[in-house]
């Protein structure tokens, strides 16, 4: 009974869309407020409606129903029960529901939190959102049904895949859903907004929290897809410019590019059309996402099941709402007013530069994601496009963004002081030229782009911190003023402040890694002791044991550090039991910022084992600094205030007082 | 009827929950005009910046000066928005969808897509029907209890027979089966099943009386397959290959290639055509496993899952004996794994063979002797099932 009536909610659910497409979008046109007031009640039923629905499937998954196909496809009862959990949405219908539960889930939290917009556009908004949600929940009932039963049931199901079996399941779809879909709201705001055919003063105000909120949460999916990758593919890379991450990626370089428009618009009533462009392109890019990786266009991990079927449906929802929306856009954006005029030497002028930067990356990413695909659709030709590609347009494209970003932060609103702000940033420049000579002797490194990455790194790390330093003067005033000053500083610079020291971090352990990384194949014999990157590794023994639906043969390495021991390592290669299919689980022994990673191969004729060692240096850095990113979004997540760029007034208007008085 | 009951309330309950919303929505304009307010908030923060001293009083006066600026413009705009009338028809429409077009077409999209009533069947509760086989016994005892007072009862012996029949007590089966036929007179029905049970009963060997009975049974419905091959079985059996040999390709020409029985068939014409001269062995114990190696263990394909639902429960009941059989007859020949052994002595379980199952886990713990953890493997799985 639990799983029909989850059917029916998930049903429900999908004509209560249907109503909530309608009216509200109709009642905002007219302003009417009978019609607008159906929109958040059903925002609200929604999401508790595909609340049930996702809890009777998991509730199938874990109760063994083999009734249902979905449960018979992707489970076992031998399943740990974590791995039943998860594996509601380690697969296609699943995860798409998940999808859905997340874009009514924000639907209902735009109904609750936005009781003092005004009614049109809360209406238009979630009107909008009813059209996406409406998509997707016709794609789920009809393509991706998950609640298709079988009779009679099968005893055993056919279980999940086993580079699924991981903790990673558990966290990194959830975390990225939420990235990716909550661009659906400031998509439904942009359209909103267009549909009116005004822009509110405080439309950024209104936006603001829902990009930052995407913003965190899709960076930290990232960074934990980006760390199960690396950990659980047995071969140590952690970003691969494969076109599922870039499916992620592009929609994170515009959130990014978003997130910094947002703010002009905000402060000084600028960049408007170009801020609603920026929204439609996210969301756009987050669907492109959603097909890439649902269609089967891609075989990956990802691509659960390849069915042109449901490849077709996606590409429909894609081209429906990109062309739609940017119809609408170019229909109606003429109508929007723009606003606060600015100097090109300017924090405004500075984002500019920024949201410059970030697109044309973002471009780059897309043609070399897609390029090849489009080749193979129309010509049949395959090509591959790999990471050289990449490092070459998209890194140069970085190096000008890290450089100015220091300035950026120091700029004043309206008109700036570029010599000034040169000026006040030479203490931070002396620190990187420190630091980065420190770092490049520590490693011994030789090369001279290795060097140039230190470099630009610490820039960006010391330059970040800059601002708080520049603006306490701890010289000046003393340690207990300067920690008033800390305390009372603005969030926003904080949140600035981390924002960018988390990107400095990323970019520092990136540089590492590529330039200082070792990686060493082996084969070994019992007892035999190797030197790795200042370690000794001994491979003690090995063994076979059984797993609750897997059977391993692991082996034991103890790693030694000038004589001491500094770790005992354990990797192993598993055989899942239902498929058959062998997995490699590596080791890791993290010591400082630095890890070596160890994942075994065959046993070779002789006994010998092959194994890989890899020497990872900083390279938790990486995953640090989006955590710090994250946190710097998460500060500038509960600031609730209105924010107003104070600009810097012209020089005429400090002096004319000072004229003036001599008069009286 | 809670089911509906349940769907009921849902419906009723978002339905409610717009009304609710509608009906109090009053046709207020809106309460300030949004920008001006925004701008008047904004006025207040840069006033208590100023004071703080967390931006200069310069600052604070170029920036109250492009607010004001902003505000001047935004409540000349306001002034300019008219407030639009509201049609009493909205209400109609809104009311009609809420209450008419959801329940309907939620309802009917559901039938359409749905498997109304049909319910959960979580494994551990599906496992516990199973140990609660015992009250089937019960039945079997009672119902036989009924039969020797009234032994005229032919609905009895009717309901008993396929009882019989599935917990694998075949020769009770026949025997029912011919109870009844001794009540109702001949009947080309009763006597295909009971010549069907006889040949199970016989462990796959067709007696002439079970042959006679088929012919009778193939006579009355020349369509049915059924007799047919038995009939094909019992030539090859009687080693009359030549007319067991057109029996079969007469049935294979007809056949369509994914019904269950026909790689049996299949097999005993290669059999017939390789001229061996060894009596035939049952039909069953010729079927080809239906996959080899590990991939036995794998469940079900999703092809076989779909012709498993498209069958009558008949032929699903023979396909699933097949597989099982397949697996039975592999293992015990070649041995296999505890995973291998546990998935055959639930599936025999599930089937109703209770003895063989006990049988089967015997064979299995005499394969596994030397495999510690396979035998605990076995051991959970025996106390789950009830077996010892």
């Known amino acids: 009974m639990i799983i029909e009536i989850g059917h029916f909610a998930l049903i429900l659910a999908l004509i209560a869309s249907v109503v909530q497409s309608v009216f509200p979008v109709w009642g905002a046109l007219k302003n009417d407020q009978r019609m607008m007031a159906v929109a958040p009640p059903l925002a609200n039923a929604q999401f508790v409606l595909v609340l049930i629905s996702f809890a009777a499937l998991t509730h199938a998954y874990l109760t063994s129903d083999f009734s249902v196909l979905n449960v018979i496809e992707n489970s076992h009862s031998d399943k740990p029960l974590i791995y039943k959990f998860s594996g509601v949405w380690g697969n296609h219908e699943g995860s798409i529901l998940l999808w859905v539960l997340i874009l009514v889930l924000f639907g209902a939290l735009v109904a609750a939190f936005s009781r003092n917009l005004p009614t049109q556009l809360r209406a238009a908004t979630l009107g909008a959102q009813g059209w996406v949600s409406f998509a997707f929940l016709i794609f789920v009932v009809f393509t991706s049904n998950p609640f298709l039963r079988v009779a009679p049931a099968p005893m055993e199901g056919r279980d999940l895949n086993p580079m699924l079996q991981d903790i990673g399941l558990a966290i990194h779809p959830p975390l990225l859903y939420v990235g990716y879909v909550g661009f659906s709201i400031v998509f439904s705001f942009a359209i909103a907004a267009l549909l009116i055919g005004r822009i509110d003063a405080a439309w950024a105000r209104w936006v603001r929290p829902w990009v930052l909120v995407s913003w965190i949460f899709l960076t930290l999916g990232i960074a934990m897809g980006s760390y199960w990758a690396y950990y659980e593919l047995g071969w140590g890379g952690w970003w691969f410019w494969d076109p599922v991450e870039n499916a992620s990626f592009m929609p994170w370089l515009t959130g990014t590019a978003l997130l910094h428009s947002a703010i002009v618009m905000e402060k000084r009533d600028a960049l408007k059309v170009w801020t609603i462009f920026l929204a439609l392109l996210t969301f756009s890019l987050s669907l492109l996402g959603t097909f890439l990786v649902r269609s089967g266009v891609l075989t990956s991990v990802h691509a659960f099941a390849v069915d042109p079927a449901r490849g077709l449906f996606i590409l429909g929802i894609l081209m429906v709402f990109v062309g739609g929306s940017l119809t609408l856009f170019a229909w109606r954006a003429p109508l929007l007013k723009t606003g606060g005029l600015f100097a090109p030497v300017s924090r405004e002028g500075a984002l500019v530069l920024n949201n410059l930067f970030l697109t044309t990356a973002t471009a780059a990413v897309f043609f070399g994601t897609l390029y090849p695909l489009a080749l193979e659709a129309f010509t049949g030709e395959k090509i591959s496009v790999g990471p050289p590609f990449f490092n070459l347009t998209f890194g140069p494209l970085m190096i000008p963004v890290l450089l100015m970003m220091p300035f950026g932060q120091l700029l004043a609103w309206k008109r700036g002081d570029a010599w000034g702000v040169t000026q006040r940033l030479t203490g931070a420049f002396f620190v990187t030229l420190v630091a980065t000579c420190l770092l490049a002797w520590f490693m011994g490194g030789t090369g001279i782009l290795a060097a140039l990455g230190f470099g630009v790194s610490f820039w960006v790390i010391f330059g970040s911190v800059w601002e708080i330093v520049d603006r306490v003067k701890p010289r000046k005033v003393g340690l207990k003023k300067a920690w008033s000053r800390f305390v009372g500083l603005p969030k926003t610079v904080y949140a600035t402040s981390l924002g960018h020291l988390g990107i400095g971090l990323t970019a520092l352990g990136i540089v590492t890694v590529s330039a200082f990384e070792t990686e060493t194949v082996l084969t070994m014999q019992t007892g035999q002791t190797q030197q790795v990157s200042g370690y000794s590794m001994t491979y003690d023994r090995t063994w076979d044991q059984r797993g609750p639906n897997f059977v391993e043969r692991v082996a034991q390495f103890t790693l030694r550090q000038d004589g001491n021991v500094a770790a005992t390592m354990m990797p192993s290669k598993r055989v899942y039991n239902v498929s058959g299919q062998p997995m490699t689980e590596a080791a890791l022994y993290t010591s400082g910022f630095s890890q070596v990673y160890i994942s075994i191969g065959d046993n070779m004729d002789d006994g010998s084992l092959v194994t890989r060692v890899y020497y990872k240096p900083l390279i938790t850095l990486i995953w640090i600094g989006t955590l710090v990113m994250s946190l710097g979004g998460f500060i500038a997540l509960i600031d609730r205030k209105l924010h107003v760029g104070a600009p810097q007034p012209a020089r005429k208007a400090v002096k004319r007082p000072v004229a003036a008085t001599p008069a009286e | ?388």
């Not at chain 2, 009053?26 to 001006?36: A, T, Y």
């Not at chain 2, 094909?232 to 009687?238: H, N, S, V």
Request: proline fraction near 5%; hydrophobic fraction near 45%; avoid cysteine.
């Open chain 2, 1 to 388: 009827m809670m089911f509906w009951i349940v769907l009921a309330l849902m419906t009723a309950a978002v339905s409610l929950s717009v009304l609710v919303a509608v009906s109090r929505s009053r046709n207020k304009p809106e309460r300030e005009d949004n920008d001006v307010l925004v701008f008047r908030q904004q006025l207040t923060e840069v006033e208590d910046d100023a004071r703080t001293g967390a931006i200069s009083p310069e600052m604070a006066e170029a920036a109250r000066t492009e607010i004001s600026r902003r505000l001047l413009a935004a409540s000349r705009q306001a002034e300019q928005r008219a407030k639009k009338s509201i049609s009493p028809a909205s209400a109609i429409w809104v009311r009609l969808a809420i209450i008419v077009f959801l329940p309907l077409s939620a309802l009917a999209l559901y039938f359409y897509v749905g498997a109304p009533g049909v319910p959960d069947q979580p494994l551990a509760e599906r496992l516990a029907q199973i140990q609660r086989e015992p009250n089937l016994e019960q039945l079997i005892t009672r119902t036989e209890e009924h039969l020797v007072a009234n032994p005229d009862d032919a609905q009895g012996w009717l309901v008993l027979a396929p009882v019989y029949s599935r917990i694998g007590a075949y020769d009770k089966a026949q025997a029912a089966y011919g109870e009844a036929i001794r009540i109702i007179g001949p009947n080309p029905e009763l006597e295909l099943a009971r010549a069907e049970n006889m040949i199970f009963a016989a462990q796959g060997q067709i007696s002439a009386e079970a042959e006679a009975m088929m012919q009778r049974a193939s006579a009355a419905a020349p369509d049915q397959i059924k007799p047919k091959f038995y009939l094909a079985l019992a030539l090859g059996q009687r080693q009359e290959n030549e007319a067991a040999i057109a029996a079969w390709t007469a049935l294979l020409e007809e056949a369509d290639e994914n019904e269950p029985w026909v790689p049996v068939a299949q097999a005993q014409l290669n059999e017939l055509r390789g001229q061996t001269n060894e009596p035939q062995s049952s039909a069953l114990a010729t079927a080809p496993a239906p996959q080899e190696g590990a991939e036995a263990l794998s469940g079900p394909s999703a092809e076989e899952i779909a012709a498993a639902q498209e069958m009558t429960a008949e032929d699903r009941q023979a396909m699933i004996r097949g597989m099982v059989e397949g697996l039975e007859l592999r293992l015990t020949e070649d041995g296999g794994s505890a995973a291998e052994w546990g998935r055959l002595v639930r599936s025999l379980i599930v089937i109703g063979e209770e003895g063989k199952a006990q049988e089967m886990l015997l064979a299995a713990r005499e394969d596994l002797k030397a495999d510690q953890g396979g035998l605990e493997q076995l051991d959970a799985l025996a106390q789950t099932l009830g077996l010892n």
